[in-house]
């Protein structure tokens, strides 16, 4: 059966959607049964050099009429951004458009109100490669676990920070120099920072949030934490712990609420998040009746985001040509979303102490004013000064930073080196 469709973006992964489209297209349709049929194609420049040749009248550069064409019958956003991304995606779908999109940022953002003109108009917004790209992660949640209780979902949700730290942990290189790698192989952009400040990890928290516990999760309500401040010399004490610091999306749906976290962790050596290396991507969820399940694979790149959307074209393009009723798109329901001063972390901290007796008693004394314990504390260091590394029990976020202040305002502290939050119970050092 044949299926006309729009693709508003021919960049990375417009490119190897077309590729795959053309080269692929005898054996798409022996799979599927769909003959899809590329009828337009929007761009900003269309004098532009492209990868793949297109028939004569495909490419446009007025992206509306592309959506209004009554030859495009589904429409697949891969331009990127919320503006003018969105309004397109919204005119399509009250146009009785089916629509994928790969663009967390804008699903981050509108997901809410989209999901809700697709239930109205009747049709369905798939954006299976808006998260983790290669790897199915939305439909898993969305449909497959639907009537299941998910408790957490922790995720390597961003390829770059997860080469910059996989490099780190292995070559024990500094910060600034495995960016520089990971900028001339092309794993991190020239401006890095939505990267690198968490900030492209958080969107995609806040949709596998609200997925997965059914409350929508504005991306501003995750709390997020970049690795741009990261320093070498925690994730050697990392590694000599057994552990490995990653950029760790962690959601949880608590009796008290749902929070949304993105931070660098540590994570024990032997969880499977701490094996996934480079660019991989990886998604654990756990709950009562699965358990613990594993999602891993590419999170990004031209061909894989590109299988994951042409999975959810064949999706909508079998519906749309079955006339049936379209299944009913997620729904949220009211929640409550923590504030994160109330979420219980597990910290360690690095401390620059002056080497002398008492000091110890007064970094104790600050935790014990503000009600926080100690698990573990270590010292290194010698000389004229000392760094003392602390383990603490989990304990509300607010009281670990009524401590962190408290330490800040000790004339013994120096400098509080480090702060980063600790997956599981926490290490003990074998002094
Ligand atoms: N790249 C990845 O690995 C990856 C992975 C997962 C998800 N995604 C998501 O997929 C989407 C596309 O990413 P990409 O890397 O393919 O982006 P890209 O390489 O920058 O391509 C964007 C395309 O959209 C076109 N475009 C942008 N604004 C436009 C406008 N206002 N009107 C008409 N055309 C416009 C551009 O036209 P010109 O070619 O004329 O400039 C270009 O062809 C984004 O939402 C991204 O977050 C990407």
């Not at 299976?128 to 992660?137: D, M, N, Q, R």
């Not at 024990?172 to 690198?196: C, I, S």
């Not at 590394?389 to 509080?416: F, N, P």
Request: no cysteine; charged share 25%; hydrophobic share 45%.
């Amino acid at each position: 059966m044949r299926v006309g469709i729009g693709i508003l973006g021919f960049g990375t992964v417009g490119g190897a959607l077309l590729r795959k489209l053309i080269e692929e297209n005898a054996s798409i349709s022996t799979k599927t049964g769909l003959e899809i049929e590329v009828e337009k194609v929007a761009v900003r420049d269309i004098g532009k050099l492209r990868s793949v040749a297109l028939r004569d009248g495909v490419l446009t550069d007025d992206p509306m009429e592309l959506v209004n064409d009554p030859a495009v019958q589904l429409v697949v956003e891969i331009m990127g951004g919320e503006d003018p991304a969105g309004d397109l995606v919204a005119a399509a779908l009250r146009a009785g458009k089916p629509v994928v999109t790969a663009n967390k940022a804008l699903i981050a953002a509108r997901g809410k109100e989209l999901i809700s003109i697709a239930e109205e108009a009747g049709v369905p917004l798939l954006f299976e490669a808006a998260v983790a790209g290669g790897i199915p992660i939305i439909r898993p949640l969305s449909e497959t676990l639907a009537g299941e209780q998910i408790d957490r979902v922790l995720g390597i949700v961003n390829g770059t920070t997860n080469y910059i730290l996989t490099k780190m942990t292995e070559d024990g290189a500094e910060y600034k120099t495995a960016l520089a790698e990971a900028q001339e192989l092309g794993y991190a952009e020239a401006d890095p920072t939505a990267d690198v400040s968490g900030a492209d990890a958080a969107a995609k928290a806040a949709i596998l949030a609200s997925l997965a516990f059914g409350t929508w999760v504005a991306s501003d309500r995750v709390y997020t934490e970049g690795i741009d401040r990261l320093d070498a010399t925690d994730v050697r004490i990392a590694s000599e712990l057994g552990y490995v610091i990653k950029l760790l999306a962690v959601a949880e749906n608590t009796q008290d609420g749902i929070s949304v976290r993105v931070h660098p962790t540590f994570v024990p050596g032997d969880h499977p998040l701490a094996v996934i290396r480079g660019a991989t991507n990886a998604v654990f969820v756990e709950g009562p009746s699965f358990h613990e399940l594993l999602f891993a694979g590419p999170g990004a790149g031209g061909a894989p985001t590109a299988s994951a959307v042409l999975g959810d074209v064949v999706d909508a393009a079998r519906e749309l040509l079955a006339g049936a009723e379209v299944a009913p798109p997620i729904r949220f329901q009211p929640g409550r979303v923590l504030e994160f001063d109330s979420v219980v972390t597990t910290w360690y901290l690095r401390l620059e102490v002056v080497d002398r007796p008492g000091v110890l008693a007064q970094v104790a004394g600050v935790f014990g004013d503000n009600e926080v314990s100690i698990k573990s504390v270590w010292q290194e260091g010698e000389d004229d000064g000392a760094t003392l590394l602390l383990v603490t029990h989990g304990h509300a976020e607010s009281r670990q930073r009524a401590s962190l202040e408290g330490l800040r305002s000790l004339e013994v502290v120096r400098d509080v080196g480090a702060v980063i939050r600790v997956e599981g119970a926490g290490p003990t050092p074998n002094l």
